[in-house]
């Protein structure tokens, strides 16, 4: 018994406490109430029949006199979950005494705990811990761990929330992805699993397979994993058997076969020449989390590195480095810099750190950085220290210059792309489309120079071809309608 | 708004909206408006033949040495909107932008006739990045600009740029819509200025030809819904739209509105800013790509507006902007004198006209000699293609 970094995880509303719930709020209905006491019989299982959903994550325990008769409504759905060869986590609250709750589950065949914040102790079974994704503690989360606060996937239509600007004057679509956390997620917990608990979004109605289907390719793009949540107009639907539910949960499960069988997309490389530098913590997780979203929206490719590991060693195969924390770099780390920046690299930073004796110059375009050339490099400071992300994701993809994109999306409206490559260094472009309409025209261009490409689609089982055609010094793809989400996966010439 | 408007009524009704503002002298100026030369090609391809079919084009004009030779000549291109917007797949210079190679070859001919130092100038929307990036963005490669002279400049003229303060021109006689621009220095430190526009439709003012582009001289920093009162901003937000919608006035800083209270409407507006803008600015040099373009209007998937990708296989030039124009919308299948609620003026007033009674020059194609191609024989009508695709 263990944690399965395979488990494909699925929130499973039922029983007593879910009744409770629904109850209490204030949208509660009878149906829904029906609905979660059907959801604990084990004849809904029959739903997961054929769909990669292996795991699915239980209301367990909440410190309340409630959680007895929870547990024993369970039993027939876990007995049952377990003899199709479900694995079954139980949710246990902070209010809730974890040992207590893991060995109760351990005897009623859970496989796990989820404990919603503190520490892991020694229980009876293997955690998941909980972080709100603010305050996620990297180095003491569990082999599997889960985050609260992650956005669901789509366009932010609203520009304004009260006084709080949400979306930017001009420019792209603003999108709300959690792409960026998950790339975070890997480099600062890089053995560990991400799984994502995103609330649902506000929608009148049953939410279309469409949102859920991106929800899922948001999380497993980026090599995390939602816990998939259906709405409770689905879940009644799906009880009652109607058929659009249907065809939706299998489009939904479409989705996830699609990347399981392409789960090792998940541990290619993400491809950039621009570092971002910050130990991400603290009050300097805010900034340059928000820098790192930004740069993804602008689709500015990048990688990060954890300041308190990073740079030890000479660096090669980048051409700039964004050091977002006013925390100095150590000897070492200023060692390499200077000795990249001579080279010709590009180091953006908040304070000057370089050798003195050098004037600063200004750039007629540049405002509020000052620029001092070192070598053939350049070090370019904010003076005042970083503020704005929006315009420092900018102004460093502007820096860097877009002759170093490595792909770029032509009429992206509401997609974006993600580019990584795999260990046989064969490239990978994935475009999700974030628009709740279908994306037309988009054309693809990546850097390098190919012959042509695999197209993946989720509904598709085998892939078709993409002829290349070159253009500005590299190839440029003419990708057919996206719905939510296709992976080129690119052809290089030799 | 789409009236129907006779010639008289129009021309009565710009009178009295800018008479008290307009000086009698640019009234005289409009009987004598000046008609230059227009040179028209037939040029199927974006490859070496524009080259020729330019330089052709330039004598017949008269040559380009005497007009260039040890000057600083910059070129407003017409890199219009997002550089990543495209019509299907087809790339901007194929539908929105002049393409590349016409800018090469023009640049090479500029160079070739003696042109000290040629600057290639847009305002790219609502950034301060440098011209290089933006094209870079769209997929150019703006080292073949470089390479096509001995000395290229680029710069983004949304803003200051690398300016001290900005060039004010003021329009001759009062100006229609403002008394006068400012505008970013590189509009004033130049001895010869070129528009270089693309052959296209546009949703507010009927066409966008030579004198239509120059609409993008005018900085965001100072004509857009962000600046503050006093002073310009000073990296450029959003776009033109107090030209459009006269929902507020520029800065403070600038030149004022000649009538505060003038229609609130693009149709009225736009045109009125365009014809200021190539009185106050003269054009010394108009060119078209009208190899490839698109019909139907200026930005692809713009306004949910019906776009066509179209081959006009054409390029035209001139030294008056308004005779260059005119030619030009004759070979779009249009009448260059139409009044407003005539196609394609069918919601705007025609730009041309203003820019005649500000003395810029003459729509009149009885006027204008046309060399090369005759239109007759040259015509791709616009909408004739759009009415068939439909």
Sequence with gaps: ????????????????????????????????????????????????????????????????????????????LLDAGRALGLSFVGKVSAKANPAQSAAAGRAAGLEAVMLEGGASQDLDLPAILEFPRDSIDWDGATGIYST?????????????????????????????????????????????????????????????????????????V???????????????????????????????????????????WESYEPMGVLAVVSDFTG????????????????????????????????????????????????????????????????????????????????EDW???????????????V???????????????????????????????????????????GRELVQILNYSPQAATYVALWIKAKARGAKLWSPHAQASTSLAGISASQGTSFDLPTVLVHCAVEIERTV | MNRKTSRREFLGAMTMAAGAYIARPALLQAQQAPAGR????????????????????????????????????????????????RLRYLPPEITTWPHPQVIWALVHLLDRAGAQRIRLLESPWATTEPLQEFMVYAGWQPKEFENAARRVEFENTNFLGSGKTYARFMVPGGGLLFTGYDLNHSYRDCDVFISLAKLKEHRTTGVTLSMKNCFGITPCTIYSDFAPEDEPLLVPRGGRSLFHFGNRQPPKSAPPAVNVNSPKEGGYRVPRAVADLVA???????????????????????????????????????????????????LMGFDPMADRGVHPFETSDNMLHLAEHLGVGTPDLTRIEVAGAPIAKARFDFRKVKLSAA
């Design chain 2, 280 to 330: 106050a600015r003269p054009i010394h040099l108009a060119v078209i790509d009208g190899i490839y373009s698109m019909a139907g209007g200026e930005i692809p998937n713009q306004y949910g507006g019906y776009h066509i990708p179209v081959h006009p296989g054409l390029l035209i030039a001139g030294t008056n902007c308004v005779s260059t124009d005119a030619v030009a919308m004759a």
């Design chain 1, 148 to 220: 609260t606060g992650n956005v669901w996937p789509e366009i932010n239509l609203p520009t304004m929330k009260g006084d709080i600007a949400l979306g930017g004057p001009t420019g792209d679509p603003w999108v709300n992805s959690n792409g960026w956390f998950s790339l975070l997620a890997r480099r600062m917990a890089p053995e560990k699993s991400l799984w994502l608990s995103i609330d649902l979004p506000d929608f009148p109605g049953m939410l279309p397979a469409e949102k859920y289907c991106l929800a899922i390719a948001d999380s497993r």
């Design chain 1, 283 to 362: 009050s300097n997780a805010f900034m340059a989390g928000e820098t790192l979203n930004l740069l993804n929206r602008h689709q500015t490719q990048f990688v990060i590195l954890d300041r308190r590991r990073a740079l030890a060693d000479p660096v090669t195969k980048l051409k700039a480095v964004l050091w977002m924390d006013d925390d100095e770099p150590n000897p070492a780390q200023a060692r390499n810099l200077i000795a990249f920046v001579r080279q010709g690299g590009l180091f953006i930073a908040p304070k000057y750190w370089g050798p003195a004796g050098i004037k600063p110059h200004q």
């Design chain 1, 382 to 424: 904010a003076p005042g220290g970083f503020s704005d992300p929006y315009q420092l994701a900018i102004d460093a993809h502007l820096l860097l210059g877009r002759e170093n994109d490595l792909s770029r999306l032509y009429n992206p409206n509401g997609t974006n792309c993600y580019t990584s490559m795999g260990p046989d």
């Design chain 1, 1 to 76: 018994m263990g944690l399965n970094a395979k488990w494909s995880p699925m929130y499973w509303p039922c029983g007593p406490k879910e009744v409770a719930r629904v109850g209490a709020s204030n949208s509660g209905s009878w149906e829904l109430k029906k609905v979660a006491e059907g959801w604990a019989h084990p004849s809904a299982l029959q739903l997961l029949k054929g769909t990669p959903v292996n795991c699915l994550l239980v209301e367990w325990a909440s410190g309340a006199a409630a959680d007895k008769p929870q547990q024993q409504a369970l039993q027939p």
């Design chain 1, 222 to 264: 980026y090599g995390a994993r939602g816990i998939l949540s259906l709405d409770g107009q689905m879940r009644t639907a799906l009880l009652n058997g109607d058929a659009p539910a249907l065809d939706a949960w299998s489009r939904i499960s479409e989705t996830l076969s699609f990347f399981d069988r392409h789960a090792a």
């Design chain 2, 38 to 85: 227009v040179a028209v090609a037939t040029c199927p391809e974006y490859n070496r033949q524009v080259v020729d079919a330019l330089s052709t084009m330039f004598d017949q004009l008269g040559g380009l040495d005497t007009l260039v030779r040890g000057k600083t000549v910059a070129i407003k291109l017409n890199l219009t909107g997002s550089a990543t917007v």
């Design chain 1, 366 to 380: 540049l405002f509020g950085y000052e620029i001092y050339n070192l070598g053939q490099g350049r070090i370019v």
